[in-house]
């Protein structure tokens, strides 16, 4: 009798067991059929995700108007340095000088200012160089820091999301006494939730955008050293292996 029992018991288990996975599994089918789009998920975070979809606008007409700028940066002509040996060698220097300002790029730039000084000793050529170099990677960076600020502040903005939504969860359920109700809830916790999501989206892609550009600028400025080193050899050659300045 006893073993038919434990039968019987087992039997109306898996029958519940059942029904449960089935009613879930229907519960499940519905909520993906009635998913939020993510416009709509997005307008569920207030006044922060608006912050946020700002800061995502900035962060990436940032990474695009840089982006195009470094790429025009190390686009350098590879017979430049031929041909101001040449204009040099033949005591041209105007003809260098309308050379390197018609290509118009930072490398173009800082050897011209090389050219024009080319009558200094060489250790003032190469610092007037690598000062005009500095010059020129500061303009490369403009924007970059805006960018680092983005990485930093959206996640920042997020939490607080996360901690104004919370707070408004706990208000609606003080103000609902015994009625608690989910539905009373669900706003403040999307809040929560989305801006939490929202400011680590922003935030990730940011600083990744950042690395990026700055490893750009990194690779300008080896290429802006490598020619300063080769226009000083240059120079260097040219006056006979002597580094003092040349007298007009």
């Known amino acids: ?22 009613n879930t599994a229907t519960t499940s089918v519905d ?10 998920l997005a307008m569920k975070g207030g006044w922060i995700m608006v912050v946020l979809a700002l800061l995502s606008v900035a962060g990436v007409y940032i990474f695009f108007e840089r982006f195009s700028v ?37 490398v173009s730039r800082i050897l ?13 050529i190469r610092q007037a160089l690598e000062n005009n170099a500095g010059l020129e990677i500061a303009t490369l960076e403009k924007g970059l820091p805006v960018l680092s600020t983005i990485a930093a502040v959206a996640p920042m903005l997020g939490f607080l999301g996360t901690v104004t939504g919370m ?14 109700d989910v539905s ?19 935030g990730i892609m940011a600083i ?22 080769s226009f000083i050899e240059i120079i260097t050659e040219l006056r006979g292996g ?5 007298q007009d």
């Open 31 to 40: 909520m993906a059929g009635e998913g939020l789009s993510v416009l709509e």
């Open 112 to 124: 011209a200012k090389g050219i024009k000084d080319s009558n200094l000793d060489t250790a003032s």
């Open 184 to 202: 009373l809830l669900s706003s403040g916790i999307y809040e929560a939730m989305v801006t939490t999501v929202g400011g680590l989206v922003v």
């Open 208 to 229: 990744f955008a950042y690395n990026y550009l700055v490893t750009r600028v990194d690779k300008v400025q080896n290429l802006m050293e490598a020619n300063i080193i």
């Open 70 to 106: 470094l790429r025009g940066a190390m686009k350098v002509n590879p017979n430049m340095l031929e041909r101001i040996h040449d204009n040099l060698k033949e005591n041209d220097r105007k003809s260098a000088m309308m050379y390197c300002q018609g290509q118009d790029t930072p």
């Open 242 to 246: 002597n580094t003092d300045p040349v």
């Open 167 to 180: 707070v408004q969860a706990f208000w609606q359920m003080s103000n609902a006494g015994n009625n608690i």
């Open 1 to 22: 009798m006893i073993p038919f029992t434990l039968a019987a018991l087992a039997a109306a288990s898996a029958e519940v067991a059942a029904e449960a996975l089935t």
